[in-house]
């Protein structure tokens, strides 16, 4: 993660203070990083998606310091739940296009191969949702770094940083997860 860890650091701490000042320092700061993620996600949404990495960015950000009741650990932690509010932002931005078209078709993310192996067919982001819920529902951590790997675009070692572990359990974990999911989406016939 490019932003620097003492300074994202120290910010999330004087943002926690009250501090206004510390909240218009920190965009700058993390701006670059957040748009990384955001635009990570992008590559995995259709191409004539309406939000743009940037208005990803701008939503999460004012989600990110509205946050009252979050105490930010460190860079990481706040990397980890931006991460996060993007995936939920794009799940609430298919669900109303779902409602606009009246129940239509739902909205399909290009899934490679490599990530997820479902054989290069489109996966229903809703789908993808609703089954990587279930994952983290039996096993946190598992749900946690596919959020982060898949989503968020972060590296092995960016996501074992975030999560908390060594990057060896981050790859058991990676793959655990894909298979998992993998399964889970060809039983559902998506």
């Known amino acids: 993660m490019s932003a620097s860890s003492d300074s ?21 700061v993390v701006h670059g990083e957040l748009h990384r993620i955001a635009a990570a996600y992008m590559r995995r949404e259709r191409v ?5 990495p940037t208005a990803l960015v701008n939503e999460a950000y004012l989600r990110l310091v509205d946050q009252r009741d979050v105490e ?3 860079r990481a ?4 739940v931006a991460a996060k509010l993007m995936r ?7 669900r109303a296009r779902r409602a606009a078209k009246r129940a239509g078709d739902a909205e399909r993310v290009p899934i490679d191969e490599a990530v997820l192996a479902t054989g290069g067919r489109d996966v229903d982001l809703l789908a993808l949702d ?10 946190e951590r598992l749900g946690r770094v596919v959020e982060l790997r898949y989503f ?10 975030v999560v908390g572990v060594s990057t060896a359990t981050i790859e058991r974990d990676w793959s655990t997860a894909r298979g998992w999911l993998r399964r ?7």
């Not at 943002?15 to 920190?26: K, P, S, T």
């Not at 932690?77 to 980890?80: K, L, M, N, V, Y």
């Not at 968020?152 to 940083?161: K, M, N, Q, S, Y």
Request: charged share 30%.
């Open 184 to 190: 889970e989406l060809t039983r559902g016939g998506v």
């Open 88 to 94: 939920l932002i794009l799940v609430d931005h298919a």
């Open 130 to 139: 609703e089954a990587l819920d279930r994952l983290a529902a039996m096993d």
């Open 48 to 52: 004539d998606h309406t939000l743009q």
């Open 152 to 161: 968020g675009g972060l590296t092995t070692a960016e996501t074992a940083e």
């Open 8 to 28: 994202v650091t120290r910010l999330l701490a004087d943002v926690r203070l009250g501090r206004r000042e510390a909240l218009d320092r920190l965009l700058p």
């Open 72 to 74: 930010w650990h460190d």
């Open 77 to 80: 932690h706040f990397f980890g």
